[in-house]
Each structure stands twice: as structure tokens, then as C-alpha cells.
């Protein structure tokens, strides 16, 4: 039987905070990982709670690199968060997927190399399938919410997550426009591999701020080009957001591939864990790893 579901909303550059919601309440959790971006807003539409982390912290004090990611998605299982919808600012490597568009992501290629890409990097060793690394149910419910808003959208695309904090240079962006990949960010990896390993349904929602370095008009990506947009794309995300929650329930996550995936994904031979080990990891994985 599936647990109840709740939604947690991870803001990107320009969405720092959530407008319109009652009974709001910042709270500070503390994980085994240390400190999450921010504190957690706690907020209500309607009969329906979600918890809002900023991943860069109110303000945009914290780089890419420097993402907490393993906190934050800690942070949000210990609120029972069974669904994330990931809202990120990225750049377009197609002439059709112009700035004020979103992308609704369902595949990434992993370019970053300075981050904890996991929670199972001590002592228990678990290897979760990412060929699907997206959440359909939750991807047709951001279409459909955004359809209904009327912001331009496209359904399916290819995100590759660069290190940063700089932008590409121009053979970087001509080459993963070579792999016929969609858009480009700093932030979606390694978070979608461990919304994974928490076994939370994950959508990536990319919001289109500018075209990369490879478009003739947009050969000197700027910070000042890029915050316009940010602010209507912003915006339209809170929007759409408040649709979602509306709905997303109504979307059936029977089939999801995050549903249980652990069960198949620890190989460490259950004598050799210890209890240390087993406490730090027992929101992500008590699941399974409290199982006699």
C-alpha cells in the first residue's frame, strides 16, 4: 500500500521563497549530513502541506559546487516528502527552446566531478537504476498544470548538469549540442540521483533563462541578460507550483521506478553493517535496513 503523499518543491535561482501559501513556517532541520541549504518552509493550500527548500539559501549565498545536496534531501525525507518537483534555471542549446520557456526533463548526462553523489559511501554500498531518472506521473502533472497557465512548455528533454560556477566555453556548449542534448545547469546532478536513493519521486522543471554561449546573440552569457527572465520565470514556476498541488495526487505513482527501489540496490552482506551506519542512514534507508 502506498504511503501518503507529500510534495516538496526545490527552488532555483530566482525562487527563493513561496508566495500565497497559509500558515507558513520556516523550520531548521538538522541531518546526517550536516546543515540542508536553508532552513524548510512549511506551508499550506488548502488541506494540502509542502515543504520548500532554496537550494542556493535565500539570498543565493551558497555556489553549485557547494550544494548541500545530501542534506537537503535528507531534510525533506525526514518531512515525509514523497515527491519532488525540482525547479531549476538552466541555458538552451536549441534555437526552439528560446528564454520563458520550460523544459519538463526527463534525462540528464552527468558532467560534474566535485560533489557526494551519494548516501551509501561508507561501509554499505547500494547501486539504484537511473535509466529512468525522472518521475512520469509527476512530469505529466507539471505539462498539465502549465498547459492550463498557458506557459509554453515542452514535455521530454535532455539536461546536462556542467560543474560551474562559470559558464560554458563555446566548444563545451557546440559539443553537448553535438549530443543533442536540450538545456544546461549547474544543479539537477548529483540531487537526482539521491532523490533516488531516498526513494522520492522526482521531476526536473527547467525554466529557459537564456540561450548558451553557442547562439550568436547570446555569445557573452551575462548574469544582467540572464535575471530578467529569471524574475517572469520565476513567477510562472510559482504558478504552476500552485497547480500542481492541486492536482498532483490525481496522477498515479503505482509504477514509478523510485517506489521501493532499494529493496534491489544494497549488496553489502547484512552482518557487516553496523549499527553506526544504519543510524545514519535511517531516514534514506530504514526501510530496507531495519528489516530482520
Same mark, same amino acid.
Given at each position: 500500500m502506498m504511503? +501518503?503523499? %507529500?510534495?516538496?518543491?526545490?527552488? !532555483?535561482?530566482?525562487?527563493?521563497? /513561496? #508566495? @500565497?501559501?497559509?500558515?507558513?513556517?520556516?523550520?531548521?532541520?538538522?541531518?546526517?549530513?550536516?546543515?540542508?541549504?536553508?532552513?524548510?518552509?512549511?506551508?499550506?493550500?488548502?488541506?494540502?502541506?509542502?515543504?520548500?527548500?532554496?537550494r542556493?539559501?535565500?539570498?543565493?549565498?551558497?555556489?553549485?559546487?557547494?550544494?548541500?545536496?545530501?542534506?537537503?534531501?535528507?531534510?525533506?525525507?525526514?518531512?515525509?516528502?514523497?515527491?519532488?518537483?525540482?525547479?531549476?534555471?538552466?541555458?538552451s542549446l536549441?534555437?526552439?527552446?528560446?528564454?520563458?520557456?520550460?523544459?519538463?526533463?526527463?534525462?540528464?548526462?552527468?558532467?560534474?566531478?566535485?560533489?557526494?553523489?551519494?548516501?551509501?559511501?561508507?561501509e554499505?554500498?547500494?547501486?539504484?537504476?537511473?535509466?529512468?531518472?525522472?518521475?512520469?506521473?509527476?512530469?505529466?502533472?507539471?505539462?498539465?498544470?502549465?498547459? +492550463?497557465? %498557458?506557459?509554453?512548455?515542452?514535455? !521530454?528533454g535532455?539536461?546536462v548538469? /556542467? #560543474? @560551474?560556477?562559470?559558464?560554458?566555453?563555446?566548444?563545451?556548449?557546440?559539443?553537448?549540442?553535438?549530443?543533442?542534448?536540450?538545456?544546461?545547469?549547474?544543479?539537477?546532478?548529483?540531487?537526482?540521483?539521491?532523490?533516488?536513493?531516498?526513494?522520492i519521486?522526482?521531476?526536473?522543471?527547467?525554466?529557459?533563462?537564456?540561450?548558451?554561449?553557442?547562439?550568436?546573440?547570446?555569445?557573452?552569457?551575462?548574469?544582467?541578460?540572464?535575471?530578467?527572465t529569471?524574475?517572469?520565470?520565476?513567477?510562472?514556476?510559482?504558478?504552476?507550483?500552485?497547480?500542481?498541488?492541486?492536482?498532483?495526487?490525481?496522477?498515479?505513482?503505482?509504477?514509478?521506478?523510485?517506489?521501493?527501489?532499494l529493496?534491489?540496490?544494497?549488496?553489502?552482506d547484512?552482518?557487516?553493517?553496523?549499527?553506526?551506519?544504519?543510524?545514519?542512514?535511517?531516514?534514506?534507508?530504514?526501510?530496507?535496513?531495519?528489516? +530482520?
Amino acid at each position: 500500500m502506498m504511503k +501518503k503523499r %507529500k510534495l516538496g518543491i526545490i527552488g !532555483g535561482s530566482g525562487l527563493y521563497k /513561496m #508566495e @500565497g501559501f497559509e500558515k507558513i513556517k520556516w523550520k531548521k532541520i538538522k541531518t546526517s549530513w550536516g546543515p540542508p541549504s536553508d532552513e524548510l518552509l512549511i506551508a499550506k493550500i488548502g488541506n494540502e502541506e509542502i515543504c520548500f527548500i532554496p537550494r542556493h539559501a535565500r539570498g543565493h549565498k551558497i555556489n553549485p559546487s557547494n550544494i548541500n545536496f545530501r542534506a537537503n534531501i535528507d531534510a525533506f525525507k525526514q518531512l515525509g516528502v514523497t515527491d519532488i518537483i525540482s525547479v531549476s534555471a538552466v541555458g538552451s542549446l536549441r534555437e526552439d527552446l528560446e528564454p520563458g520557456k520550460f523544459v519538463i526533463v526527463d534525462q540528464f548526462i552527468d558532467r560534474t566531478f566535485a560533489r557526494n553523489k551519494t548516501f551509501f559511501d561508507e561501509e554499505i554500498v547500494a547501486h539504484v537504476s537511473m535509466a529512468k531518472p525522472t518521475s512520469s506521473c509527476l512530469s505529466d502533472c507539471c505539462e498539465s498544470a502549465l498547459n +492550463k497557465l %498557458k506557459i509554453k512548455n515542452k514535455k !521530454g528533454g535532455t539536461y546536462v548538469v /556542467m #560543474e @560551474g560556477p562559470q559558464f560554458s566555453t563555446l566548444a563545451e556548449s557546440n559539443l553537448y549540442r553535438s549530443w543533442n542534448a536540450d538545456v544546461i545547469g549547474m544543479t539537477n546532478m548529483p540531487e537526482a540521483k539521491l532523490a533516488r536513493e531516498a526513494e522520492i519521486r522526482y521531476c526536473t522543471v527547467a525554466m529557459v533563462t537564456d540561450y548558451d554561449c553557442w547562439h550568436t546573440d547570446h555569445d557573452e552569457v551575462d548574469v544582467a541578460m540572464v535575471i530578467k527572465t529569471l524574475m517572469q520565470n520565476a513567477e510562472n514556476a510559482q504558478n504552476m507550483i500552485k497547480e500542481v498541488i492541486k492536482s498532483f495526487k490525481e496522477f498515479s505513482a503505482d509504477k514509478d521506478p523510485a517506489n521501493d527501489c532499494l529493496n534491489t540496490a544494497i549488496i553489502t552482506d547484512q552482518k557487516f553493517r553496523t549499527k553506526k551506519t544504519i543510524k545514519k542512514l535511517k531516514y534514506i534507508a530504514g526501510r530496507v535496513l531495519n528489516k +530482520k
